[in-house]
């Protein structure tokens, strides 16, 4: 069965960091794209950031390029999402995602929550 | 990231069709047969319904079906039941950008 459980969401103050963990099970992690998508309080999805299977290519949406940095580790079965110089327009759900070809999002974590608050 | 147009709601009584209609531009729907559809009951994460336009994954009732036509793709559930009243979301590939999400559809059973 594949699993997807993300975890590291917090409260944290404007300005402050932040990383978010996908603990994947069930599938060899290298052969997928993954993805983070998020979704603010009473909002739509945005998508977040990609990384290919072996890591070696990575793509960000503009709102959190320079400030973002995704990465993973296949031999421990994880993604990861560095977040940077956070302010309250990135408090959201944090979903990871399997990639499986062009957006095909498979399967989904349950999310985890990121308040960017004083 | 390019944005998809979506309608806000759409409604239909038990037993009816409801149609979504998402529409891009020919650098996204237009031009790839990549378009997806996720179903999103609230509180939960997001569930994958349609891909590659008109494919259903296993598990998900043929009462779904995709469509495109043009720039614009869409989503219809036939036979309505309760269990179908949730947010829906449309993604394409893009050219340039790689992706492209509609804003959502919530849609209602009356």
């Known amino acids: 069965e594949v699993l997807l459980v993300e975890s590291g969401g917090a409260l944290v103050q404007p300005g402050g960091s932040l990383r978010l963990s996908c603990a994947a099970s069930?599938?060899?992690?290298?052969?997928?794209?993954m993805t983070w998508v998020r979704q603010a309080p009473g909002k739509g999805l945005e998508w977040v950031a990609n990384?290919?299977?072996?890591?070696?290519?990575?793509g960000y949406a503009d709102s959190v390029k320079g400030r973002f940095s995704i990465s993973r580790d296949n031999a421990k079965n994880s993604l990861y999402l560095q977040m940077n110089s956070l302010s309250a327009e990135d408090t959201a759900v944090y979903y990871c995602?399997?990639?499986?070809?062009?957006?095909?999002?498979?399967?989904w974590g349950q999310g985890t929550l990121v308040t960017v608050s004083s | 990231q390019s944005a998809l147009t979506q309608p806000p709601s759409a409604s239909g009584s038990p037993g009816q069709s409801v149609t979504i209609s998402c529409t891009g531009t020919s650098s996204d729907i237009g031009d790839y047969n990549y378009v997806s559809w996720y179903q999103q009951h609230p509180g939960k994460a997001p569930k994958l319904m349609i891909y590659e336009v008109t494919k259903r994954p296993s598990g998900v009732p043929d009462r779904f079906s995709g469509s495109k036509s043009g720039n614009t793709a869409s989503l219809t559930v036939s036979g309505l039941q309760a269990e179908d009243e949730a947010d829906y979301y449309c993604i394409s590939y893009a050219a340039g950008t790689h992706v492209a999400l509609g804003g959502g559809t919530k849609v209602t059973v009356l």
């Open positions: 069930g599938f060899t992690l290298s052969d997928y794209w």
């Open positions: 990384i290919k299977g072996d890591g070696s290519d990575t």
């Open positions: 995602a399997r990639n499986d070809d062009y957006y095909k999002l498979s399967y």
